[in-house]
């Protein structure tokens, strides 16, 4: 069975940072691209950060130069740590792995933004 669970969310304020990680099980984790989507209430699902299995990274604009994905294949976990700056940072995070025609999602983490 393949399970991903996320950890690490909670409150961060403006400016503040958070590191939010996700392990996964039942995968061969190094063979998968791993990466963070997020939703905000009322948005579509957005694509946040993907590390692909041979570690080249890619963000979303919004992303670059504050959140930063990194990837344990020791440990089955992907980390992303972020420094939040805008209220739109507020969401739920959903970590994913992909493989061909393989996906799984996590059941997310909530980040909050406030001051």
């Known amino acids: 069975q393949v399970q991903l669970v996320e950890s690490g969310g909670g409150l961060v304020q403006p400016g503040g940072s958070l590191r939010l990680s996700c392990a996964a099980s039942?995968?061969?984790?190094?063979?998968?691209?791993m990466g963070w989507y997020r939703q905000a209430p009322g948005n579509q699902r957005e694509l946040v950060a993907t590390?692909?299995?041979?570690?080249?990274?890619n963000y979303a604009p919004s992303a670059t130069g504050r959140f930063t994905i990194s990837r344990d294949n020791a440990k089955n976990t992907v980390y992303l740590p972020m420094i939040s700056r805008q209220p739109a940072d507020a969401a739920v995070y959903y970590c994913?792995?992909?493989?061909?025609?393989?996906?799984?999602w996590g059941q997310g983490t909530q980040v909050t933004v406030s001051s």
């Open positions: 039942g995968i061969i984790f190094r063979n998968y691209h």
């Open positions: 590390i692909f299995s041979g570690g080249t990274t």
């Open positions: 994913y792995a992909a493989l061909l025609v393989l996906n799984f």
